[in-house]
């Protein structure tokens, strides 16, 4: 639940033509909360400047994840997920040397499942296998690439490509040094 006080704060809420803002639901809790809406002009996206350098931020730092680690393209999503977890734990002097997700937490309750230390995107991620889960023959881990932080769970998202399957755990072993996908090899 969002307190009255953090929408005190916000005076004005400006996006793109977009259907996923541009509705009466939303019209509604804005004028309620005494808000102004705004929606900038067609093709002019320089007129929502600070949602822009975001979005390049977010895409820029996912793109340098995805291309250090030789990450493949399908992954894209989780590695914005992991940037936009990342930057909103990462202190900032415009706040204080608060981080982002700190602040918000002044005003509202945020969820506590939310506090996993950083890895390394792209690295290899060893899941534990339950001895219910396996005979006695089968390995006790699975080798799979880290590549998100859960936000419904408490714990990091490794995916395993050869089953392509998505594991939600905390009992998993970082080789953060170690890159799943191999680099490509250079011509000589």
Same mark, same amino acid.
């Given at each position: 639940?969002? *307190?009255?006080? @953090?929408? +005190? /704060?916000?005076? =004005?809420?400006? !996006?793109?033509?977009?259907?996923?803002?541009?509705? %009466?639901?939303? *019209?509604?809790? @804005?004028? +309620? /909360?005494?808000? =102004?809406?705004? !929606?900038?002009?067609?093709?002019?996206?320089?007129? %929502?400047?600070?949602?822009?350098?975001?979005?390049? /931020?977010?895409?820029?730092?996912?793109?340098?994840?995805?291309?250090d680690m030789c990450v493949p393209h399908?992954?894209?999503?989780?590695?914005?997920?992991?940037?936009?977890?990342?930057?909103?734990?990462?202190?900032?002097?415009?706040?204080?040397?608060?981080?982002?997700?700190?602040?918000?937490?002044?005003?509202?309750?945020?969820?506590?499942?939310?506090?996993?230390?950083?890895?390394?995107?792209?690295?290899?991620?060893?899941?534990?296998?339950?001895?219910?889960?396996?005979?006695?023959?089968?390995?006790?881990?699975?080798q799979c690439v880290f590549i998100d932080?859960?936000?419904?769970?408490?714990?990091?998202?490794?995916?395993?490509?050869?089953?392509?399957?998505?594991?939600?755990?905390?009992?998993?072993?970082?080789?953060?040094?170690?890159?799943?996908?191999?680099?490509?090899?250079?011509?000589?």
């Amino acid at each position: 639940m969002v *307190s009255t006080q @953090f929408h +005190a /704060q916000v005076k =004005i809420f400006r !996006t793109d033509n977009g259907g996923k803002y541009v509705n %009466n639901t939303l *019209s509604s809790f @804005f004028r +309620a /909360q005494g808000i =102004i809406y705004q !929606t900038t002009t067609p093709f002019t996206p320089q007129q %929502n400047g600070v949602f822009e350098r975001k979005n390049r /931020q977010l895409l820029e730092v996912a793109c340098s994840f995805m291309l250090d680690m030789c990450v493949p393209h399908h992954l894209w999503g989780h590695a914005i997920l992991s940037t936009a977890y990342l930057i909103n734990r990462t202190p900032s002097w415009v706040l204080d040397f608060k981080t982002p997700h700190d602040v918000f937490g002044d005003h509202v309750s945020p969820v506590s499942i939310l506090k996993l230390p950083p890895k390394v995107f792209g690295c290899v991620a060893y899941v534990h296998v339950y001895s219910h889960q396996r005979s006695k023959l089968d390995p006790c881990a699975l080798q799979c690439v880290f590549i998100d932080y859960s936000s419904t769970q408490k714990g990091y998202k490794c995916y395993h490509p050869p089953t392509q399957k998505m594991h939600v755990t905390l009992d998993v072993t970082f080789h953060e040094e170690v890159p799943y996908y191999v680099f490509p090899s250079s011509p000589i």
